[in-house]
């Protein structure tokens, strides 16, 4: 009997997440070995981490467990950290074993882009897991908790600097910003004592974003008490405090990095030529000159050739990533050497301000409000149901729209 190909996939996120869906439902593993390799037994959203680290949302309703998407009998699940790929031999080498493959699915997701700037490893905390974002929303809460508490009251208990306006950065913002009354009426707390600082190296928030649409999201969110420092890079995050190029120093006891990310480490050390931890792939996602590795989602760098920039990598275009994926690997498993190229189809992008604002371009449209509110919860809904169907959108979607 001929040997069956083993595929592995490597992380469970939106791209290695739908892949693995995708192959299930294809049937796939009839005629592959099929294994999903991912440090936790969860998958969880990363477009949605903003809202439990500022403490709107459950950090459960972010996530799930893989087995209850993908069945563990058609596609084998390990739970494990990836410490190095040897593609020269076909091998991944786990923490706990190793791993031989006939084709390789990288979906290993990102890692937060510091730019060198010296303390922030050290000293800010990011929004990158269901871990950090718990971190981060037990540290706002003791931050009020303690203020009354001091017999001298220090000021940078309550000053909170969220380095990065860009998407992460303006959404977390958003949900802060509906929090804070809340929080300011449970633990006694005057609203002005309490300062939010948005600080952004570029010349505008949400670099590249509609101007109208910036304009709207600053307007609403200054009309909440953010301040912002626009076109001001940081320096140096201190213990305690931030550094501005501009001589500035905002004291805080809470600093949050959001400037954007890079590709995973991992790619870099495993030799694959790479630029900030992405790879530059091919048509078909496939690694230059590796043949039998598909690359997808944070770690896949594909240009838009009408700007000749590379695609933001979002959860979009991750998932439609999958599809290609999917398709390409069930079609080289049948023998054939046909495989689908892969182009992007952005359908808009919304961005959620808090409560029930968001502003959005869907098409040509630009959304405000609570129109562009109720599409970022379709479009979070659909996601849920193209992985699960309909009992997943019943068991995590977000069903309140208006």
Not at 162 to 189: M, N, Q, W
Not at 255 to 263: L, Q
Request: charge should be negative; aromatic fraction near 8%.
């Amino acid at each position: 009997m001929e040997k069956k190909p083993k595929i592995v996939i490597l992380g469970a996120g939106y791209g290695g997440m739908m892949t693995a869906s995708r192959l299930q439902k294809s049937n796939a593993h009839r005629d592959a070995d099929i294994t999903l390799v991912n440090k936790h037994n969860y998958h969880y959203q990363t477009t949605w981490l903003h809202e439990p680290a500022a403490g709107t949302l459950h950090h459960d309703k972010t996530r799930m467990k893989i087995d209850s998407v993908i069945d563990t009998n058609k596609i084998q699940f390990i739970k494990d950290s990836v410490v190095e790929i040897k593609k020269d031999e076909k091998k991944v080498i786990l923490e706990k074993g190793e791993l031989d493959y006939d084709y390789l699915v990288i979906g290993l997701g990102s890692e937060p882009e510091t730019f060198g700037i010296p303390g922030v490893t050290e000293n800010a905390f990011s929004i990158r897991s269901v871990n950090s974002v718990r971190l981060i929303r037990e540290h706002i809460e003791y931050m009020f908790a303690s203020y009354n508490k001091q017999d001298e009251k220090h000021e940078d208990v309550l000053t909170f600097v969220v380095a990065g306006a860009g998407f992460t950065g303006i959404e977390f913002v958003g949900e802060l910003s509906e929090r804070i009354p809340e929080l300011c009426k449970e633990y006694d707390i005057a609203r002005e004592k309490v300062k939010v600082y948005s600080v952004e190296a570029a010349p505008s928030a949400l670099p590249g974003f509609d101007e109208e649409l910036v304009e709207y999201a600053m307007n609403l969110l200054e009309s909440r008490g953010v301040e912002f420092k626009i076109n001001t890079p940081i320096k140096e995050v201190q213990d305690g405090r931030v550094l501005l190029a501009d001589g500035e120093e905002i004291k805080a006891q809470t600093i949050v990095w959001t400037t954007g990310i890079r590709g995973s480490s991992i790619i870099e050390n495993s030799g694959f030529e790479t630029m900030r931890g992405r790879v530059k792939v091919d048509k078909d996602l496939r690694a230059p000159d590796h043949d039998d590795v598909f690359i997808i989602g944070d770690c896949a760098l594909i240009i838009n050739e009408e700007i000749n920039r590379p695609y933001p990598p979002t959860a979009q275009i991750a998932i439609q990533q999958a599809y290609t994926c999917s398709n390409n690997i069930k079609a080289l498993i049948e023998g054939k050497t046909e495989l689908e190229e892969f182009k992007p189809d952005i359908k808009g992008t919304v961005a959620s301000l808090g409560g029930k604002e968001a502003i959005g371009l869907v098409g040509d449209r630009k959304l405000y409000g609570n129109s562009a509110s109720a599409v970022k919860k379709l479009i979070d809904n659909r996601y849920l149901f193209l992985l699960g169907g309909m009992p997943l959108v019943l068991k995590k979607g977000k069903l309140n729209l208006f």
